[in-house]
């Protein structure tokens, strides 16, 4: 006999197609100047006054990680920008894959770009997978606290992922474990304790003055166990897109590139004083 998750899976598909068909026409063209995403002469209104940098994940790029997020951002007001990093040589589309600590340099440079183009005086941070997590490095270690109002992550790789336990058996295999470290250092990088990560994390999750979001999904095949992306700490706000809408099946990648469930959750972290609930019905907003 079929699971009730399991029979109700094509129902959520069919809800999200709509709540997809609804979204702006921009959509289909996100990388139009028209759309208003990454262009360089928008200025933040009274409304939202800090620019929103949408950070990839990894094997992702500055584009098709957000065609649908940034559309939805710009038509309700946002200056919206995007930037690819860890690109490695050789290496077109599929970026995210250097160190990450590198990575977050980058980051650095091109938040200050915004800022300067923009005349804000911060940023709101929007990552997925890596690019949920990366931030927190250039918010601990490069001043980015000083330059950025909030970060939310869409499930991030915080605390590293075990991928079903499988990166257990790295040790066993250590010619792997080098050819992994060497060639694509950010999934080294995001192994559940890699040196990298227990620096990012010792001393605590967070950084004063940072507002922290993070939209998980319990069907997330990469990021496991999949409580790992939540964070600890008194600014943080730690939620699974399933306690919004039980019918919400997103796994690691549907959650940024199309689940309206998750994009309705990262407008109330960015504008926290208009929010509104977000349930089922929120594929349709």
């Not at 931030?135 to 601990?140: A, D, S, T």
């Not at 257990?168 to 995001?190: C, R």
């Not at 919400?248 to 609930?277: G, K, M, Q, Y």
């Amino acid at each position: 006999m079929l699971s009730w998750k399991r029979v109700l899976r094509p129902l959520t598909a069919v809800l999200l197609a709509v709540g997809i068909g609804l979204a702006p026409a921009a959509t289909a063209h996100a990388a139009a100047p028209s759309s208003g995403w990454n262009n360089w002469s928008c200025k933040p209104s009274t409304a939202h006054p800090r620019p929103v940098v949408l950070v990839h994940g990894t094997l992702g790029n500055s584009v098709d990680n957000w065609l649908g997020l940034a559309p939805y951002l710009v038509k309700r007001g946002y200056c919206v920008f995007s930037l690819d990093y860890g690109k490695l040589p050789g290496v077109p589309f599929f970026h995210g894959l250097g160190p990450v600590a590198e990575s977050a340099e980058e980051l650095d440079s091109y938040v200050d770009r915004v800022l300067a183009t923009t005349g804000a005086d911060e940023v709101d941070i929007v990552g997925h997978s890596q690019g949920g997590m990366m931030p927190r490095h250039y918010l601990k270690f490069l001043g980015g606290a000083d330059e950025v109002n909030a970060l939310i992550g869409i499930a991030p790789s915080n605390h590293g992922t075990t991928v079903h336990g499988l990166t257990g058996l790295l040790k066993y295999f250590p010619a792997a474990e080098h050819l992994l470290k060497t060639v694509t250092p950010a999934f080294a990088d995001q192994i559940a304790g890699s040196p990298f990560l227990t620096k990012l994390n010792e001393g605590g999750d967070t950084v004063p003055g940072v507002q922290y979001t993070v939209i998980a999904t319990k069907y997330d095949e990469v990021v496991t166990p999949w409580r790992s992306s939540f964070l600890d700490g008194p600014n943080v706000k730690n939620v699974a897109v399933q306690d919004l809408c039980a019918l919400d099946f997103s796994e690691h990648v549907a959650i940024a590139l199309f689940d309206r469930i998750a994009f309705h959750e990262v407008v109330n972290a960015l504008d926290p004083a208009n929010a509104t609930r977000t349930t089922c019905a929120s594929v349709f907003h």
